[in-house]
């Protein structure tokens, strides 16, 4: 499979962020989503932290590890709880997770104009395009709603 645009250390700086600042969380929790995230782990300890958000708990290490203990998905990182505990270590500053954010924002834009790109290209390749001002027009909409989102 080929590698997206994303990056590790937003991803990573931004997580670690929402376990060890309130502000951080709810900025998070509001502009971002599960998809915005490119690894795996990211999207999984993403989800768990909104869900110990959404019960009302205080979010930090121990209780998102907790809540993938309940969820019985804590199998499925691959480093563990280490994964949770080094995001903590490696905070750089969760005032700046605003900038970590719209990073994170960028590469999913870029990440989807890829795909869009890469289903052009196939496209073409496999399917007779009967209408090439409807096919122009559709490409149009999509990169539009793509980039709206910016």
């Not at 993403?46 to 998905?73: M, P, S, W």
């Not at 949770?84 to 605003?98: F, H, P």
Request: aromatic share 6%.
């Amino acid at each position: 499979m080929k590698k997206l645009p994303y990056s590790l250390e937003a991803e990573k700086a931004v997580l670690g962020a929402m376990l060890v600042s309130r502000e951080a969380l709810l900025n998070s929790v509001v502009r971002l989503s599960i998809d915005d995230f490119y690894v795996e782990d990211h999207k999984l300890i993403f989800d768990t932290i909104r869900t110990v958000y959404n019960k009302g708990v205080n979010v930090d290490a121990v209780t998102v590890i907790e809540q993938f203990i309940l969820n019985n998905t804590i199998g499925q990182l691959s480093n563990k709880e280490d994964t949770v505990y080094d995001l903590i270590l490696n905070v750089v500053s969760a005032s700046n997770v605003e900038e970590y954010i719209r990073i994170i924002q960028d590469k999913t834009i870029l990440r989807k104009l890829v795909l869009l790109a890469e289903d052009v290209s196939n496209k073409w390749q496999t399917e007779e395009i009967n209408d090439i001002a409807d096919y122009v027009a559709k490409v149009e909409s999509d990169t539009l709603n793509i980039t709206r989102s910016r």
